[in-house]
């Protein structure tokens, strides 16, 4: 077998999906996310990750993959969320990660189409984890309704990782690198969880 390209960040990706299934950051219904390595260059989580794999992934089962979405290394399938992350990463110039997933308390949000509102500091600067309109799972309607949302918050976009929900289905994140995006996806997260119990906390 050839030598892969990109090992280091291969490795990254390794880690960091292990960590969003050992974590509960997502589930075995999906979650997939992609790495800007280069120009023209993503590397990509391939489909059945969480379903079949429990996202215990080695280095060679992500896709090198260009803008067109050509397999140019790797033997696996493409996710059908592929696109998604293919506009963002294309078309921001400091996103270079980004990461659909299914936290556990973010769920609870996203199965109501609601908002998660800033609760901690740590979001703070990066403003709300909004809903883009409903839009059937796995078209190129909802990829687009995606980019749409980052794209009418651009400016933020490009300084910050921000989030998004996706009604009935799951979040997105972003990052300027792969740490900064799971990284924000541990803080939407925790805003959940903190929004969830807020009601239920007596005054002592």
């Known amino acids: 077998m050839a030598e892969l390209s990109y090992m280091k960040d291969r490795e990254d990706m390794s ?24 120009d023209n260059r993503i590397l990509i989580s391939p489909s059945l990750m969480s379903e079949r794999h429990f996202c215990e992934m080695k280095p060679e089962d992500f896709l090198l993959i260009d803008y067109d979405m050509n397999i140019l290394e790797g033997t696996g399938k493409l996710s059908r969320e592929a696109y998604m992350h293919v506009l963002l990463l294309k078309n921001f110039k400091n996103i270079g990660a980004t990461i659909h997933a299914h936290p556990m308390y973010c769920m609870v949000f996203v199965a109501q ?64 690198d792969l740490f900064m995006a799971y990284s924000m996806l541990e803080r939407i997260e925790a805003d959940a969880i903190c929004n969830i119990f807020k009601n239920n906390i007596k005054d002592i």
């Open 113 to 176: 189409t609601k908002p998660i509102p800033n609760i901690t500091e740590a979001t703070m600067k990066r403003g709300p984890v909004e809903c883009i309109p409903y839009t059937q799972a796995y078209t190129k309607n909802l990829h687009e309704e995606v980019y749409k949302y980052f794209d009418a918050r651009r400016e933020l976009a490009e300084k910050y990782p921000i989030g998004a929900i996706m009604p009935l289905h799951g979040v997105v994140v972003s990052g300027s």
């Open 15 to 38: 880690k960091v999906a292990h960590y969003m299934w050992d974590r509960r950051l997502t589930n075995a219904a999906g979650g997939n996310f992609a790495v800007r390595v280069d």
